[in-house]
């Protein structure tokens, strides 16, 4: 039999950090979406970066600023009382940051494809912005809100190098599925290695075909 | 009363110039702006609502300021008194047509209002449809009746009625001739279509490269000189064909083909695809029924 704590574990980083992600992806897109400011090449690359580099980098740098007795690390924990080195919380500032191209880019190129037309005629029927922001234009680019929410928590479910680097492998604290196969496979236990991949494996399937199958016959179709 | 005054550097077919406009239109008055596409037709309008900044210049309606660029003052679109119908209608296809309407609707704003609209436009059966269910006839009412939701001085149409068919246009003419009147509107609106100019408006601008070429009377405006002619339509010249002195050169009025035939020396400067005007001086037209 396989312990559960990993796959509950790994489910519970990945609703929190979707919920997190959606939350700072939202204004972070509008404002890629639509500004002029000349910084934003730099910005686009900042939130880009996870998609290319290697998620032990990203887990050692976060693993060193984390550190409990390094300048940031020591500041939090000192006067926020947050350690986040090898903790639940590290993983989701580590995940959240890893994951944030894949709410982000959806959700700017949904922006982009609304007509500026429905901003503007808001506008001019008295509308402020976030009124503008929640009755029009999130409502009408709902595809793009639910691919990002998607790939989002598949990305979380799916992340191993940094996990290692940031939580290590604490039962019940840190060890999500992804590394409790990894563990299984490093005791020769194939067959518990076996099950939680096959979980896995069928988890992230569904909802990949659930999103295509939804987006696949236009998600407004659906609501009316 | 719409006096403006106004200045911005803008895109015109890749080249960089300035739009530079000082007008007066009446209170009351239909206005069309008319030029090639890129001329700075829509640019005006959107400054008008406060969509787009000019650099320079001042807006005033009936009295108040909506910008001045010497002042400081810049009302934004939300607080000017517009009604806009986008080239693409921009209805909302999360909300029903009604949910269109209401959205548009002030919190203090009486209900009154819309039922009347809807009345007006009779948009009573398409109410609890979505935008996306709808022709682009009843869209573009949708459009007209939710940019009137607020009570607007100033009812600005962009090509409001240049992708529909020839039907749904003269009714649509109807319905914003008949919304104009009804809430003592100002109204703007581009057009291309010379016949729709000449039937709906009492003025029109006619810009090019963000500079004003004619403003004034429309009718003036399209034939030039005054003819005095006791009767007149408008219309594209379809072909012209040469037969023995004279030639024939058949024009499409509305939806109906007519042939004239007139001399070569008549036919300077007129091509295949100009817009014409066909009158009669010297003979009184025959009136026939019809129906």
Known sequence: ?224 | MIELSLQKKLLFDTVEAALELVLDIDHGSITTLYGKSGAGKTSLLKMIAGLMTPEKGNITINGKIWYDSTKGINLPPQKREVGFVFQDYALFPNMTVKENLLFAQDKTGDSKRIRQLIDIIELGDLQHRRPGLLSGGQQQRVALARALVRKPQVLMLDEPLSALDYDMRQKLQQYIIQVHREYDLTTLLISHDISEILKMSDKMLIIDNGKQIAYGDSKEIFTRKNISAKFQFSGEVMSIEKQDFLYIVTILIGRDLVKVAVEGSDLENISVGDQVLVASKAFNPIIRKIR
């Open chain 1, 1 to 224: 039999m396989i312990e559960w704590s990993p796959l509950i574990l790994t489910f519970k980083l990945a609703c929190i950090t979707t919920l997190i992600l959606l939350i700072i992806a939202i204004p972070l897109a509008h404002w890629l979406a639509f500004s002029r400011v000349r910084l934003k090449p730099l910005i686009t690359t900042l939130v880009s970066m996870p998609l290319v580099l290697p998620p032990t980098v990203l887990g050692f740098y976060l693993l060193i600023a984390f550190n409990p007795s390094g300048t940031f690390g020591g500041w939090l924990d000192n006067y926020l009382g947050i350690r986040l080195a090898f903790s639940f919380e590290g993983l989701v500032v580590a995940s959240v940051i890893y994951s944030l191209p894949f709410m982000v880019h959806p959700i700017q190129a949904g922006f982009v494809n609304l007509p500026n037309s429905f901003k503007e005629a808001a506008y001019v029927l008295g509308k402020s912005r976030v009124t503008t922001l929640f009755r029009v234009l999130l409502p009408n680019m709902k595809s793009s809100l639910l691919t990002g929410i998607v790939l989002a928590f598949a990305h979380t479910i799916g992340e191993f190098g940094v996990v290692l680097m940031i939580g290590g492998n604490i039962p019940g604290k840190t060890k999500v599925a992804s590394v409790a196969v990894y563990d299984a496979v490093e005791a020769l236990e194939y067959g518990s290695a076996n099950t939680y991949s096959l979980i896995l494996f069928s988890i992230t399937f569904t909802i990949l075909l659930i999103v295509y199958l939804i987006n696949g016959k236009d998600i407004t179709g659906l609501t009316r």
